[in-house]
């Protein structure tokens, strides 16, 4: 039995929440060990912190690290009674990539959960079979109903509206290194099937420097079920991909027969560490996370740029708290705040 077929589908991100799940980072050289170590402690509990503020915040880690994490999440200001701790094993913090997706039934409002093979993009950075056991420990944890998705599927590669549509790009749902067996049919029944989705919207590819070789969350995102909104640049780097995502995204209908709302949101202006792995870091304003009542924002030590997202988010989430959070350090990695959340319905 699929979770479709059991009635269940992926509420969009603006619903009601239970809590947000994050996985915290791991005493591990490869990500933000040694010096960085206790930075990212703290960057990760002011993130916490800033959750806690709207909701409950669910935090997979190694059960010996527990108090050093609520410790850290103390001096942040974090609401106590909003933090819960699992003692779960991961291997790296991409919680929205290797954690599981909630689903909901509409008829009966029970929440379970999908579970989708994870193999860190593409194969790219081993180990992952910790990270990849995450959403069966959760289901334990919570004692709810699992569903397997049948394929391999990033959280941050896909983006619902609500209306039975979801956007994703060919470079990554179609990118042999994750199900070279797959045919683009194969793969839209299989989403269809685990996430209660009627119709496919694929974008073609996603700005420079992204390890996941193309995620939604850095391109666009649905405000609601008829907005978009959608990141452009004026470099080189990015402008001819992000005039194609345009070009197709005001080519796509809403459920309701019309065109969708394409708003555009600048990127920040490039964000480089001489010497780096990516010699242009995936910075992206729509790669933030909606919570009850708020918005956490992305930002970059952009003060004008920065300014200017945050403005334009507010306008579009004018009821929701909009929290801006310096993710410079963060995005060395890789990603920023949606990519390391995901939150659980309601």
């Not at 989403?191 to 420097?209: F, K, P, Y």
């Amino acid at each position: 039995m699929t979770a479709a077929s059991a009635g269940f589908m992926m509420p969009p991100e603006w619903s009601p929440q239970e809590a947000v799940w994050l996985s915290w980072p791991v005493d591990d050289p490869r990500h933000w060990g040694g010096a960085k170590r206790e930075m990212m402690w703290a960057k990760f509990a002011e993130i916490a912190a800033a959750i806690t503020r709207f909701e409950i915040v669910r935090i997979n880690a190694l059960g010996r690290d527990h108090l050093g994490i609520l410790s850290a999440c103390n001096r942040a200001k974090a609401v106590p009674e909003r933090l819960q701790l699992f003692d779960h094993a991961h291997d790296d913090v991409w919680c929205r990539d290797h954690g599981p997706i909630f689903v909901k039934n509409s008829n009966t409002g029970e929440v379970a959960l999908t579970d989708w093979e994870f193999n860190a993009w593409g194969g790219k950075f081993p180990p992952w079979n910790l990270d990849n056991s995450i959403p069966s420990q959760i289901a334990a944890a919570l004692g709810k109903r699992l569903f397997q998705g049948g394929m391999i599927l990033e959280g941050g590669a896909i983006e619902i509206n609500g209306a039975g549509q979801l956007l994703t790009t060919e470079a990554v749902m179609l990118n042999p290194n994750r199900n070279q067996h797959l045919s683009r049919a194969d793969t839209e029944q299989l989403l269809r099937d685990g996430l209660g989705v009627s119709e496919i919207l694929w974008l073609r590819q996603g700005i420079q420097g992204d390890d996941t070789d193309g995620h939604i969350d850095d391109l666009a995102r649905f405000i609601d079920p008829q907005t978009i909104l959608a990141c452009v640049d004026a470099s080189a780097a990015n402008r001819q991909i992000l005039d194609e995502n345009l070009g197709r995204l005001r080519g796509f209908l809403g459920s309701n027969g019309r065109a969708f709302d394409v708003l555009e949101i600048p990127l920040p202006e490039a964000c480089e560490v001489p010497g780096w792995r990516l010699p242009v870091l995936p910075a992206s304003y729509v790669n933030f996370l909606i919570v009850n009542g708020g918005v956490l924002v992305p930002t970059f030590q952009q003060k004008k740029n920065d300014d200017r997202a945050l403005g334009m988010i507010s306008e579009l989430f004018h009821d929701r708290e909009v929290i801006g959070i310096d993710c410079l350090d963060l995005v060395e990695e890789g990603g920023t705040l949606h990519c390391i959340s995901q939150q659980q319905p309601a």
